[in-house]
């Protein structure tokens, strides 16, 4: 083993870091989870926060226990990348952690220094920008996200001693990561192009809006705090600064100064570690391996506690709700366009956890030894053979859900959409959880399709969704996603290694990068790497029977109706309190 070169990829989700050492050609070697801790308040549903030191901790212990279980010693390890969450994370100038909690301790030192993404705080600096009419506003899809890191900054400036505000810095997780790895101070051009308001295709920083909003000692500072204050931006998986620090590398247990490619978020780590997969059809596997140029025809599909929807582009394409495009984030010349729902893992859950039939699901699961979503799945199977109808589909055609109880995140981006249920009954029972089990998961894939077609009708050519994420298991969710997309699905070999493989694959590209040259071809080299590197998925195409295909098609329509539903109602409502 020894004299193989390996690399360790780590992703940072919204619950847990992970740790993985893979093969040059992508076999995982060894992998590890940390929890991370999330902090809410329980006076206010929107606060998120965490912490980087807990953070860093996980993440020493998760590369660690790979180097442990691997056997492998670090002198194999040839390069190491990270994503995460796009959180804020709040540091001084020594990159001590700030608090970000409101209250007294806000400013000052303190552990809970990360606004995570799913924080809703900020809606009115959200607003406050979006009334700006800045060019800023068209490269995220016309609105600006109250989850992205301007309008969180701008909350902080609010509320912070002014004192206390100057001496912090503002990061993106991912490249905090890379700063705390290399103490070298960085930006990620994914990171802030996507979520901290730099546009590439304009020349970067945009002073004129920091001046609009109330930031004007950005600009007039030369972004200090915001980082690449000399245009110090780095393409995805471009090596940062030497490498690992000593303090980084003991921490680590990894050698000082081994390779560490600029990181990106998770949503890009998911469309690296996907995105360039063959793929198993029937049970052979395709003769073509994708080109570069193909990528523009594959959404990658991250989907986890909520999920992103990330695809390439030659050119840049304007959909309205849909983030973006951000030319340069991952390969130089290329655009982006980043999709998303709010909460869709965490959508399940809810729907499951808080109905009055849990606890019999629960027991019915232990007692069969066997998963809640089996006997969901099962309970479905037995009613739909009791009513005598031959899809799932057909035995909710009377429920609608609505699946927005956080928010929208695209196509309408609009933080005050909710969710709506219509078609309840007095029942309470274990098949009426199965029921809205269904229907939730028709909710989602029936946004999924909203977000495909926008991106469609827009200039965009999608003819496959590329899976990675723990929603990947989920095989009825799956297959709905096919018949209601009506394209084909590709399934990770491994649905929990595809973000970690993607920060790997960052890893080997700055370790190699001394062999590529020009920028032309930078981003062929990586997609080389992808192509290498990236197992064989596995297809699910669309299969629905031409009742199930009409059935999904009204149930479609009757999810664009509830839409317009909902903000005219909430109009009237509002039009009645003036």
């Not at 700030?98 to 007294?104: A, E, F, Q, R």
């Not at 998770?266 to 570069?292: C, F, H, M, Q």
């Not at 990675?468 to 394209?487: E, I």
Request: net charge negative.
């Amino acid at each position: 083993m020894a004299s193989e070169s390996y690399y360790i990829g780590v992703d940072v989700g919204t619950g847990s870091a992970r740790a993985g050492i893979v093969k040059k050609d992508g076999t995982l070697i060894a992998s590890s989870t940390q929890n991370i801790t999330t902090f809410r308040d329980k006076e206010d549903h929107r606060i998120f926060e965490q912490s980087t030191t807990e953070i860093w901790n996980a993440i020493a212990k998760t590369i660690r226990d790979v180097l442990e279980v691997s056997k492998i010693p670090a002198s194999s390890v040839k390069g190491i990348g990270f994503d995460a969450t796009c959180s804020l994370a709040v540091t001084d100038e020594n990159a001590d952690p700030v608090v970000v909690t409101k209250g007294d301790q806000l400013g000052q030192s303190g552990d809970r220094n990360i606004i995570l993404w799913a924080d809703h705080r900020a809606e009115e600096e959200a607003e406050l920008i979006n009334s700006t009419g800045s060019v800023v506003l068209d490269y995220v899809g016309g609105t600006i996200s109250l989850e992205m890191e301007i309008p969180k900054t701008l909350w902080l400036k609010k509320r912070m001693d002014s004192k206390l505000f100057a001496r912090c810095q503002f990061f993106d997780l991912p490249d905090f990561l890379t700063y705390r790895a290399t103490g070298h101070n960085t930006r990620s051009v994914c990171s802030i192009a996507c979520k901290c308001s730099y546009v590439p295709a304009k020349g970067g920083w945009q002073g004129d809006f920091f001046e609009k909003i109330g930031l004007p000692e950005f600009s007039k500072e030369n972004y200090r705090q915001m980082g690449a204050a000399d245009g110090d931006v780095l393409n995805a998986g471009l090596p940062v600064g030497n490498g690992l620090s000593k303090r980084a590398a003991e921490e680590l247990g990894l050698l000082e100064g081994t390779p560490v490619g600029s990181g990106v978020i998770d949503a890009y780590a998911g469309w690296l570690g996907t995105i360039a997969a063959r793929y198993n059809e029937n049970g052979k596997l395709s003769d073509v391996v994708p080109s570069l140029d193909e990528s523009r025809h594959r959404l990658a599909a991250v989907a986890g506690t909520s999920t992103c929807y990330v695809v390439q582009s030659p050119e840049g394409v304007f959909v309205d709700g849909v983030w973006g495009p951000y030319r340069d984030v991952v390969f130089p010349g290329w655009w982006c366009n980043e999709g998303g729902q709010s909460s869709t893992g965490q959508l399940i859950d809810f729907m499951i956890t808080t109905h009055p039939a849990y606890k019999e699901l629960t027991e019915r699961a232990e007692n069969q030894k066997t998963s809640i979503h089996e006997v969901l799945n099962d309970t479905l199977v037995a009613m739909k053979d009791e009513n005598n109808v031959e899809t799932f589909t057909e035995l909710t055609k009377d429920l609608h859900f609505y699946p927005d109880l956080h928010g929208n995140r695209s196509p309408i981006a609009d933080p005050r959409m909710r969710g709506a249920i219509m078609g309840l009954s007095l029942d309470a029972g274990l098949g009426d959880l199965a029921r809205k089990f269904n229907v939730t998961l028709e909710a989602i894939a029936l946004q999924t399709r909203h977000i495909v077609d926008e991106m469609n009708a827009k200039g965009h050519s999608i003819q496959a969704i590329y899976m990675s994420g723990g929603q990947a298991k989920n095989q009825p969710l799956m297959q709905l996603l096919a018949d209601v997309c009506k394209m084909p699905v590709v399934l990770p070999a491994n649905s929990g290694v595809a973000v970690v493989l993607g920060s790997a694959m960052l890893g080997r590209f700055a370790a190699e990068w001394g062999t590529v040259k020009g920028k032309a071809s930078q981003g062929q080299g990586l997609w080389d790497v992808m192509v290498e590197m990236t197992p064989v998925g596995t297809m699910v195409s669309p299969a629905a029977s031409d009742k199930e295909k009409r059935l999904l098609e009204a149930k479609y329509k009757i999810f664009r109706e509830t839409i317009e539903i909902q903000k005219r109602w909430r109009k009237q409502m509002e039009d009645a309190t003036k």
